[in-house]
T-cell receptor
Framework: ETGVTQSPTHLIKTRGQQVTLRCSSQ?????VSWYQQALGQGPQFIFQ???????GRGNFPPRFSGLQFPNYSSELNVNALELDDSALYLC??????????????????FGEGSRLTVL | LAKTTQPISMDSYEGQEVNITCSHN???????ITWYQQFPSQGPRFIIQ???TKVTNEVASLFIPADRKSSTLSLPRVSLSDTAVYYC????????????FGTGTRLLVSP
């Protein structure tokens, strides 16, 4: 158990709809990253949030957006859903080298993921 | 970020030692090597991280040669529960790194 919780665990949407996924990070971690994992593939980096600001983004379109809240929890929003958005969405929290908290600096603590199916 | 290459799959039997090698020819000076384990429908789990030489913890060892262009994850005496996908990643350990996962190595442990 990593201390990172995600909700919902499973959901089904139709093309064109919007979805919001939520993540509560490990206590003591101030950085949250989101990954998309298609079936049979490794996780792909979507974006990262630090101190409520986006701190880097992967090769994903603007309809993928996020938020980080003062308590370091985070949301991933996807608009205008497409069939290819069907995937496991993973949230991971981490800490910096000079920050206290569990794990090693840079070690990612992943949640169990949210399985999104787009029909 | 440095690209990594690792075998797509490996098979082993319970009780054997398994070594998974990862190539990372373009590793940068400030990059660390990190391995994650992932079971189906779960998030990846940190196994071990190293910079050079050898690192050992309660579940695995990581061997890194002097040129750091490759690394080997060693799992001693595997069990059925070690069946999983193992990812090798290279990057800084600042906490801000945007990890690049490849397709990983699918390890199957049989009785």
């Amino acid at each position: 158990e990593t201390g990172v919780t995600q909700s919902p665990t499973h959901l089904i949407k139709t093309r064109g709809q919007q979805v919001t996924l939520r993540c509560s990070s490990q206590s003591g971690h101030n950085t949250v990253s989101w990954y998309q994992q298609a079936l049979g593939q490794g996780p792909q980096f979507i974006f990262q949030y630090y101190r409520e600001e986006e701190n880097g983004r992967g090769n994903f379109p603007p309809r993928f957006s996020g938020l980080q809240f003062p308590n370091y929890s985070s949301e991933l929003n996807v608009n205008a859903l497409e069939l290819d958005d069907s995937a496991l969405y993973l949230c991971a929290s981490s800490r910096q080298a000079l920050a206290g908290g569990p794990g090693q600096a840079g070690e990612l603590f992943f949640g169990e993921g949210s399985r999104l199916t787009v029909l | 970020l440095a690209k990594t290459t690792q075998p797509i799959s490996m098979d082993s039997y319970e009780g054997q030692e398994v070594n998974i090698t990862c190539s990372h020819n373009n590793i940068a000076t400030n990059d660390y090597i990190t391995w994650y384990q992932q079971f189906p429908s779960q998030g990846p789990r940190f196994i071990i991280q190293g910079y050079k030489t050898k690192v050992t913890n309660e579940v695995a060892s990581l061997f890194i040669p002097a040129d750091r262009k490759s690394s080997t994850l060693s799992l001693p005496r595997v069990s059925l529960s070690d069946t999983a996908v193992y990812y090798c990643l290279v990057g800084p350990n600042t906490g801000f790194q945007k990890l690049v996962f490849g397709t990983g190595t699918r390890l199957l442990v049989s009785p």
